[in-house]
């Protein structure tokens, strides 16, 4: 999967994949507009999440310490 992609969000940013480090799971964020998306489908604002929502989920905290970005290549 590609990962310079132009949020379809907000288009002010890049989606990136990143981890949670307490669990390993991998997901796709744009830090400018807080959009997430499962690892593994192309960005598009018909499988949007929120990072707030995505965290609370899992009962962990909406702070930047508990992800990290991952790199693909």
Known sequence: ??????????????????RLKKTGEQFQLCVECDAVWPMGI????????TFDTFMTVRGLSEL??????VDLT
Do not use: A, F, S
Request: proline residues 9%; contains cysteine; glycine residues 4%.
């Open 64 to 69: 930047e310490d508990e992800i990290e970005e």
């Open 1 to 18: 999967m590609r990962h310079d992609i132009v949020c379809p969000n907000c288009r002010q940013d890049w989606v990136k994949p990143y």
């Open 42 to 49: 192309q960005p598009d604002l018909t499988q949007l999440g």
